[in-house]
């Protein structure tokens, strides 16, 4: 059990410009999440899957964003034409199932110069 | 709908007394509730869980939160801070998806 893992850690970028976040989860974990915090705030749910297939998105993932898990396996979110209200940390979890806890990576901060 | 409440933005206690964190929920079934712990720049850890085993859950470095139904609460506790107790915590709960608390930062002052 290595742990979820996200990259990059830190991504600085211009407005307007497209971002690209990869997060790999444990291995035997079916259920991948990703999640935006922003300073002083709890993290917000973004959307997830079960396997390859994305079953939920949140409200706040507007048509900019689109995630991926192809292979049932890594996820990528991906962010075109980024604004400033973007900047905030992206965390991933993964789990065996709903009712079990979820285990985090370390998130990628982005700033949006 | 379900939403989580954590009464105290902000605590601070000095090392070696004791730790209260206080969270309420709101849920139409029965919770299954966690706490988890930042530290800055990193992701989120589980501290411990609640799936109605049992209302005193044990989780990890000495804390320990009670489950009461009739108040609809979740408080975490700690006998005894110490200074590497310093960090932010998040109650959730858990239905289908996890539904955040805004935190609490706690302080420990040395």
């Known amino acids: 059990d290595t742990g979820v893992s996200q990259d990059p850690r830190h991504k600085i970028t211009k407005r307007g410009q497209n971002v690209t976040f990869r997060c790999d989860p444990i291995s035997e974990h079916n259920r991948l999440y990703w999640y935006r915090q922003t300073l002083g705030q709890g993290p917000e749910f973004l959307t997830y899957?079960?396997?390859?297939?994305?079953?939920?998105k949140s409200r706040l993932l507007s048509d900019r964003f689109s995630a991926e898990r192809p292979k049932g396996s890594f996820s990528t979110l991906e962010i075109q034409r980024t604004e400033q209200g973007d900047s905030a940390m992206y965390l991933c979890?993964?789990?065996?199932?709903?009712?079990?806890?979820?285990?985090f990576g370390d998130g990628t901060r982005l700033s949006i110069l | 709908a379900q939403s989580v409440t954590q009464l105290d933005s902000h605590v601070s206690v000095s090392e070696g007394t004791p730790v209260l964190l206080r969270c309420n929920y709101s849920s139409s079934y029965s919770p299954s509730l966690f706490w988890y712990v930042q530290h800055p720049n990193k992701g989120l850890q589980l501290l411990l869980k609640?799936?109605?085993?049992?209302?005193l859950v044990k989780g990890i470095n000495g804390f320990e939160a009670e489950f009461k139904k009739s108040e609809t609460s979740f408080h975490l506790t700690k006998p005894s801070a110490h200074m590497s107790d310093a960090a932010e915590y998040f109650c959730?709960?858990?239905?289908?998806?996890?539904?955040f608390g805004s935190g609490t930062k706690l302080n420990v002052k040395p």
């Open positions: 899957f079960q396997n390859e297939a994305q079953l939920e």
């Open positions: 979890a993964s789990s065996w199932g709903g009712d079990q806890p979820q285990h």
């Open positions: 959730v709960l858990n239905f289908n998806k996890f539904y």
């Open positions: 609640y799936t109605s085993a049992a209302t």
